[in-house]
């Protein structure tokens, strides 16, 4: 008599082996930070007026890039000063600004940055269909003309670690010189936000759905 295994038809057979690989090697659940989450009561002095300004602006508390930066309280103040500046006074319209930031979350595959700023994107004017597009991975097919240049302008700095003539001409035509530096120090701060995220292994809040899927891109 043959076997069970040898009766199956090859797509039940798949199925079979499927699902009994999944229950053997289960999904690997998220990495535990590298960082101990810090509460208010745990700062020291140093650390404390920095946990003050975070607590008034953060939609995650002391967590995400802000608990590793808070081991470094003097680098960390520089760097809330920075991200002030590019988040909420930065010559760069917001909803181009969001944008910059998800192509480099996007690039790095940030799950933090994802989460936090593909609403804020959103909210600020970005069509949906545009960041649908570019967390697949894809150049966003209904960008409007500005959108466009920033995913051109980004894109080539972080990939070609360099701009082009043609690219910066339109730039030069959208936008005016302190756009254009800020636009830069934009992208290339969040670079260093994702390496920080990336480096403490800061994951999205607890009970909240990972913006990338383990396996996925």
Known sequence: ???FLGILAPGALLACMTANALAADPPAAAPAPRFAPLTMDQLNIYQKPLGEQ???VSSVGL???YNPILRSPIMGQRMFDLLYYLRWNSSVPLRL???AILIIGRQWRSQVEWYA???LAIKAGLSPDVVADLKAQKRPATMQADEA???DFVTELTQ???VSDATFARARQVFSEQQIVDLTTISGTYVTVAMILAMGQEGVPAGKELP???GEP
């Open 160 to 162: 070609q670690h360099a």
């Open 212 to 214: 990338f899927k383990p």
């Open 97 to 99: 600004n969001e944008f």
């Open 117 to 119: 700023h593909a609403p």
């Open 54 to 56: 975070i607590m008034k």
């Open 63 to 65: 967590a995400g890039p």
């Open 149 to 151: 240049l920033v995913y």
């Open 1 to 3: 008599m043959r076997s």
